[in-house]
């Protein structure tokens, strides 16, 4: 009986023991940290964060980095979406979720992207490395240069795919900047991520995140990660209207769990008011980039840059103003510069060239600067970037509005007799103080995509490029990205500035 006894008591106590350590692996598979970040796309502005710079493992998050490089890639002409790649060994060997690629099998660039972006697949995400950069350790370096550049102060990459390394580290905060650059720096390939299935070459693959696609009006991406270190994370997008808010979760406990944080965040950021953040934070601009040098100073975006009203000077002091024969109009370099980028950087018609020259001691009209015109070539993405900025372009050019010439005879009455013999004095803006330098920022085959990379440049090197002019010029083997309008020092900044971010440079002098 005793004997009986001591079996039961065993027994019970193996399956006790057994019991709890299944609950301790189950719950040390789902303790990951929790942390999210909430932001209105277009402002930057923080409406919630929680844990925001904790780090953490981003696991398949990660392939928006190895994918943002890639779309970088393609539009520097390093790669083309339909160069073939043989599968590196390395890349046929990664666990799932793959795309089930062998080693030395060759398959288009675009598929890799697909399988990648849609599917989250990581042989396909290692491919991509490979591809660009030879091996994995040199992608991760351009990876962590990268996120360096976007002010992604809690980020170190040891991979392309996410897979938990104790290095391989993220915030809630820096993969929510991550995917505003996604969405704006590469409108033309983000639909990658709204796609429920795609044509990865060999199969058709589903959408990781297709579930909350389908369940959350407006949600058009971006990406989902998930590793027992990490949890159930997502970083994803909705548009509502004109507005876009980002929510990014850290550490979901599942599938439902983490879709349902994530729509009650989008839903808390949809209900905020626009603009305007909750928490008090600053925004953070959508392609800024920290400040490499003492030289470097913060600057504003504005999303329009018409100009409204132009202050006409005071009077100086003692001086009589003598009336003069109207002299032509000088085309000037508007004085707020960058902050002017979007409105100003398709107006490809203009005729610049007056203005890269040194300018004439003359009197100049200042003209109030028309609204962005759409043209015939204009390209759908670069539209889109315009769309998001709230800006919507004329179909027809406005009338010219009627110049006047800035003189203080235009604020007051003097008296006649000594307008007779004083001559007119004049406000003017001018690029004057040897600002006869250049930079060029690589040639394209079309002039829409030396536009958009004109654009994204002005965004993210505010500070160096103040007051530059960007010009695309047409040249027999493509079309040049040109800023003209800067100084000896500011062209030789701007360009060790770009080329520390891993970006073609180089300088333009005085013809």
């Known amino acids: ?278 928490t008090g934070r600053a925004p953070a601009l959508v392609a800024a980039a920290p400040a490499l040098g003492p030289t470097s100073g913060a600057h504003t975006i504005r999303v329009s840059g018409v100009v409204r009203r132009s202050l006409r000077p005071q009077t100086r002091p003692g001086a009589a103003i003598a009336p003069a024969a109207a002299p032509a109009p000088v085309q000037v370099a508007s004085a707020s510069g960058i902050e002017d980028a979007l409105a100003a950087a398709l107006l490809v018609s203009a005729a610049p060239a007056a203005a890269a020259t040194a300018p004439q001691e003359v009197p100049a009209r200042v003209a109030v600067a028309a609204p962005v015109i759409a043209h015939d070539d204009m390209a759908p993405e670069t539209a889109e970037i315009f769309a998001e900025a709230g800006i919507a372009p004329e179909t027809t050019p406005q009338p010219r509005p009627t110049e006047r010439i800035m003189t203080a005879a235009a604020i007051a009455p003097v008296d006649a007799s000594r307008m007779q013999a004083v001559p007119e004095v004049v406000t003017r803006v001018s690029t004057s103080g040897g600002r006869l330098w250049g930079i060029n920022v690589g040639r394209y085959n079309s002039r829409n995509a030396a536009e958009r990379v004109l654009i994204q440049t002005a965004l993210n090197e505010p500070g160096a490029l103040d007051g530059a002019l960007r010009r695309v010029t047409q040249r027999s083997g493509g079309f040049d990205a040109n800023f003209m309008g800067l100084t000896n020092e500011s062209a030789d900044l701007a360009c060790r500035r770009l080329q520390a971010r891993g970006a073609m440079c180089f300088m333009i002098g005085p013809s």
């Open 1 to 278: 009986m005793s004997s009986r006894l001591l079996r039961t008591a065993r027994l019970g106590l193996f399956l006790i023991t057994t019991l709890s350590a299944g609950i301790t692996i189950a719950t040390g598979v789902q303790a990951a940290p929790y942390a999210a970040m909430v932001v209105d796309a277009k402002t930057g502005a923080v409406i919630h964060e929680e844990n925001a710079d904790t780090r953490l493992h981003p696991a398949s998050l990660t392939k928006m980095m190895t994918l943002y490089i890639a779309f970088q890639a393609i539009q520097r002409g390093e790669i083309g979406l339909d160069s073939v790649i043989t599968i590196p060994s390395a890349a046929a060997a990664q666990p799932p979720s793959k795309l089930g690629l062998r080693t030395g099998q060759k398959i288009k660039f675009r598929y890799l992207l697909r399988a990648a972006a849609v599917k989250s697949a990581n042989d396909a995400a290692t491919a991509i490395g490979f591809a660009i950069s030879g091996s994995e350790e040199a992608f991760a370096k351009r990876m962590n240069a990268t996120a360096q550049a976007m002010g992604m102060r809690n980020t170190t990459f040891v991979n392309q795919h996410g897979l938990t390394h104790p290095n391989h580290l993220s915030s809630a905060r820096d993969m929510t900047v991550l995917g505003r650059h996604m969405i704006y720096d590469f409108p033309q390939y983000y639909n990658l991520f709204s796609r429920r299935t795609a044509d990865a070459g060999i199969k058709q693959v589903n959408n990781t995140n297709r579930r909350f696609l389908a369940a959350y009006e407006g949600a058009d991406g971006i990406k989902t990660g998930f590793t027992n270190a990490a949890g159930y994370n997502l970083v994803a997008s909705a548009k509502r209207g004109d507005r876009r808010i980002i929510a990014t979760v850290f550490g979901g406990t599942s599938t439902a769990n983490r879709n349902a944080r994530v729509m009650k965040l989008l839903d808390q950021g949809f209900a905020s008011p626009a603009g305007k953040p909750a």
